[in-house]
């Protein structure tokens, strides 16, 4: 049997090496802080063999020549099944290489960037120091393609500082609007409308995804990872672009990138972690991109998983996975937050009371630490200081959606439900594809008795995740409040495909509906199943003594009704200590004349056949 391929060779290291460099000097400083975490996680010995390699075949100072397929293959004619889903279209743009990628431009670009050498260090300078404008007076006569993209990215950046400033000082009034408003989009999506720089082509598909024209956003986002593969940044866009499975299923080809290429896995996989619906296959992934020939020793590949983990709420297995990410980088706060809402679930209340105090030292001030704090105080019933610590992770970022949907459940919590809907709004403002936002909403207008609506926001959060038992009980017990007891049974039906074979809840549940509805047999049917759960499971009788009358009772009254098995399951409950004793007894003694009259007939295997 043939060895995997490796994931890694010379030139994806080399280019993985370069990108910490080309990405520092544009100022993209997650997407630098990235490439370096995964540089670094690189086995030592490998990492060193392979740039060795990579130096004595060829030359890192200059960006890689795009080895993947061109794109007009995939633009001009798309499969059936990805144009269902993503309407990319087609321009004459799409269909030619980017310049940067021939020898003599990338020559004319390396003189230009030498011309603008003093400035472009001082605007990386001003770019530390976050000030923008000075940036933007630094750069604005350079010709570089590098200067360009700094010029712009600062406007961008200053434009942003000042919305956020304008948003921040309506707080708490009736005009300020769900999120800032940068008005100046428009004037800076002219200033690269034409480009074919990658990275400008990055920064024009912010533009476009920021004025909601998500289909020439991703057009522009496949351009710029044509042009420049390790900009994390732009996968992190297009990640946010994308709207459900099927649109990322669809997306995948269009990558000018093999489907095995890291990159491709990474962004697979934190797609799926964001849509809050990662499977056995990321998990996968990950354990194939932490082996020894990639990136062993990641921090970052090991959140991923841990968050898959805690998506497919294996708690045990993610809490485990957390835990050795703070055994090797013990100051990384990353994903604390998901963290603290594993220990939130799992009543761990020692393990969450010494994290919050180890990373409040560490630092308060982000926005994670904030989070669990406040799950800290939420898990010891203390709502009005939870909701301050959550207050202030928004306040520290106003995107970052836990804290929003946490906050909202602490004004559930102290049954504030006007709060606790305001704060869901936010958080459905930030992004619309969490359902747990929708489900918020629906929990608070519950609360207010407002099943309309509630079923509402409970279909929207069950679009967005289809398999979720909780979901279509909630919608269930909106139906059966507004007497639509047909399709509350169709809801918990659903339920059950994803519930434990062991829950009887469900079953319970669909019989009382039935039993409304006079369909005796079925409720008969659903009780019996709950009595058949609980023996297996070796449950108290008091756990299934309703259920085994309601069952004994139905076959005495009908016709060829099974006498023995109501006979088993009455003297099973006469003889045990349920609070039904009485009842069973009253009936066995029904039976006793029942069957005086009419002899017990088993059902036999055949007859059960047929």
């Not at 024209?213 to 044509?226: D, N």
Request: glycine share 2%.
């Amino acid at each position: 049997m043939s060895s995997p391929v490796p994931l890694m060779d010379a030139r994806l290291v080399a280019d993985l090496r370069q990108s910490i460099q080309d990405c520092t000097e544009r100022g993209l400083s997650v997407a630098s802080k990235w490439s370096s975490e995964l540089y670094y996680a690189i086995p030592s010995n490998k990492r060193d063999a392979l740039i060795s390699e990579a130096f004595a075949t060829f030359s890192t100072s200059t960006p890689a020549r795009s080895r993947s397929p061109r794109l007009s293959l995939p633009f001009a004619e798309p499969s059936p099944a990805s144009s269902a889903a993503l309407c990319i279209p087609v321009t004459p743009g799409n269909q030619t290489h980017l310049p940067s990628h021939f020898p003599g431009v990338r020559a004319q670009e390396t003189e230009l960037e030498t011309q603008d050498e003093a400035a472009l260090f001082a605007a990386r300078a001003f770019m530390t120091a976050k000030e923008f404008t000075r940036v933007e007076f630094t750069v604005k006569n350079c010709k570089s393609a590098k200067a360009q993209f700094i010029y712009v990215y600062s406007c961008f950046l200053a434009a942003e500082r000042k919305a956020q400033r304008d948003w921040y000082r309506q707080n708490n009034t009736r005009g300020q609007p769900p999120v800032p408003i940068n008005r100046l989009l428009t004037t800076l999506l002219d200033m690269v409308k034409n480009a074919t720089d990658p990275w400008l082509l990055f920064l024009k598909a912010v533009f476009l995804s920021r004025l909601n024209r998500r289909e020439e956003a991703i057009e522009s986002i496949i351009q710029s990872i044509s042009g420049y593969h390790w900009n994390w940044s732009v996968w992190t866009l297009l990640c946010n672009c994308v709207g459900d499975g099927d649109e990322l299923t669809a997306l995948l080809p269009l990558l000018p990138l093999p489907a095995t290429h890291p990159l491709i896995l990474l962004f697979q996989i934190r797609t799926m972690n964001e849509l809050h619906s990662p499977s056995e296959n990321e998990l996968a992934m990950c354990d194939r991109l932490l082996g020894d020939d990639c990136f062993r020793d990641s921090a970052w590949v090991m959140s991923l998983r841990a968050c898959a983990l805690y998506h497919l709420h294996d708690f045990g297995q993610a809490e485990k996975q957390f835990e050795k990410i703070l055994a090797i980088a013990p100051h990384r706060i990353d994903d604390i937050d998901v963290y603290s809402n594993i220990l939130y679930v799992t009543d761990n209340r020692l393990k969450l009371s010494r994290l919050a105090h180890e990373f409040l030292e560490l630092d308060k001030d982000r926005p994670e630490v904030c989070c669990l704090v406040g799950n800290h105080y939420s898990l010891r019933a203390e709502h009005e200081k939870a909701v301050k610590y959550f207050r202030r992770a928004t306040e520290l970022d106003r995107t970052y959606l836990s804290a929003w949907t946490l906050m909202g459940h602490e004004y559930v919590e102290m049954k504030n439900s006007h709060a606790a809907i305001e704060a869901y709004r936010r958080a459905v403002d930030v992004n619309r594809k969490d359902y747990r936002a929708w489900y918020g909403l629906g929990q608070a207008y519950e609360l207010l008795s407002m099943h309309r609506y509630a079923l509402y926001y409970y279909q929207h959060a069950t679009a967005l995740r289809p398999y979720d038992v909780r979901l279509w009980q909630a919608q269930g017990a909106c139906y059966e409040e507004i007497g639509r007891l047909k399709e509350a049974i169709e809801c918990l039906k659903r339920a059950l495909l994803g519930a434990d074979p062991r829950e009887t809840t469900i079953h319970i549940k669909l019989a009382k509906l039935h039993e409304e509805l006079e369909d005796q047999a079925e409720a008969a049917a659903y009780h019996r199943r709950v009595v058949e759960i609980c023996r297996i499971e070796e449950r108290p009788v008091q756990d299934y003594a309703k259920s085994s009358i309601f069952v004994a009772r139905h076959n005495m009254v009908i016709v060829g009704g099974d006498l023995l098995l109501a006979k088993d399951y009455l003297e099973r409950v006469a003889n045990s200590n349920a609070e039904e004793v009485a009842q069973a007894s009253d009936w066995l003694k029904k039976l006793k004349s029942v069957l005086i009259t009419r002899p017990a007939i088993p059902i036999t295997e055949e007859t059960s056949d047929r």
